[in-house]
């Protein structure tokens, strides 16, 4: 089993910067990339960007690209989200996520590992 812990989400004005950090522990051996995941009220969880662990291939969601980057430490088993340039549409509950397989997606059910979450909350 591989456990999640998210941190850095908060309260910030548009414009503004924030960075998550999600930090592994467990059987993180099994673990080949990492991607976060966002849900605002209301909506379905969507899919936001993602790194490999070897190597440090990303993917991005169009609507973050160019705002957002993802970055991993492979010593401190961790996975980082800044986010840049903030709009109240990206208020949302971000979660990382862990796959056991290589490669890169968007697709939230090849996941196979979740953190609990945390909230980012732009306003306006």
């Known amino acids: 089993q591989v456990q999640l812990v998210e941190s850095g989400g908060g309260l910030v004005q548009a414009g503004g910067s924030m960075r998550l950090s999600c930090t592994a522990s467990?059987?993180?051996?099994?673990?080949?990339?990492m991607g976060w995941f966002r849900q605002a009220p209301g909506k379905e969880r969507e899919f936001v960007a993602a790194v490999t662990w070897s190597g440090g291939s990303t993917s991005y969601a169009d609507s973050v690209k160019g705002r957002f980057t993802i970055s991993r430490d492979n010593a401190k088993i961790t996975v980082y989200l800044q986010m840049n340039n903030l709009e109240p549409v990206d208020t949302a509950a971000y979660s990382c996520?862990?796959?056991?397989?290589?490669?890169?997606?968007?697709?939230?059910?090849?996941?196979?590992?979740w953190g609990q979450g945390t909230q980012v909350t732009v306003s306006s």
């Open positions: 467990g059987h993180t051996f099994s673990v080949k990339s």
């Open positions: 996520a862990a796959r056991r397989l290589p490669g890169l997606t968007t697709k939230e059910g090849a996941y196979n590992y």
